[in-house]
């Protein structure tokens, strides 16, 4: 069956966001007196949820779920702060043309500041759905993509989802959908996908 509809992950998929996850994990841990690795936030900047990596970096925080709510609700005002510091990446640049043949939307484990991210690079308009895990569970889970799917009208046959991450296959694949793993900031891997959608 033809693909009718995209679906994105946002986070490395279409915005380049790594460096700044990092530094706005930091700040907001620096803030809140608790020491970290920065390597260790490297290495989680990407494909986990921002409650994830807190509790994996400050453990204390799973039982003090009062602490944690206030330091999530920081890191989104943090976010929005920084937000200059996330870049568009080639698949983004590419949306004009791609909303030209497909129905789009977005499915994203960022919370509030996904929108925030999207006006910021200029593709807001380009979306019929943007699903966050406000609206759904974290994906894996595949609630978010079957919420997007529906959005947009369209079965799981005819949609492809572009997602960076084993979760996001997960999601994907669990939702019934095609999936095209795509590191953003692979110019190369953006080109090749480009290539075949258009």
């Known amino acids: 069956m033809a693909i009718k509809a995209l679906i994105f992950d946002i986070d490395g998929v279409l915005a380049d966001s790594r460096q700044a996850v990092v530094q706005n994990t930091l ?42 709510k206030r330091m999530l609700a920081r890191l989104s005002q943090i ?73 947009l009208g369209v079965d799981a046959a005819e949609a492809l989802f572009v997602g960076d991450n084993e979760e996001d296959r997960q999601a994907g694949l669990a939702a019934g959908v095609q999936f095209a793993m795509v590191d953003g900031t692979d110019e190369a891997a953006c080109r090749a996908l480009l290539s075949r959608l258009l």
């Open 27 to 68: 700040s907001l841990m620096h803030e809140f007196f608790i020491s970290v690795d920065e390597e260790k936030v490297r290495g989680m900047s990407s494909a986990h949820s921002a409650e994830t990596v807190l509790v994996a970096l400050a453990p204390s925080l799973a039982d003090d779920r009062a602490l944690l």
């Open 79 to 151: 976010t929005v702060d920084n937000i200059a510091l996330v870049r568009p990446t080639l698949l983004a640049e590419s949306l004009p043309q791609l909303s030209a043949k497909y129905s789009l939307a977005c499915a994203t484990n960022r919370k509030s500041s996904a929108a925030a991210v999207l006006e910021s690079l200029g593709i807001a308009g380009y979306f019929r759905a943007v699903l966050t895990s406000q609206h759904a569970p974290h994906k894996p889970d595949p609630t978010m993509v079957r919420m997007a799917l529906a959005g």
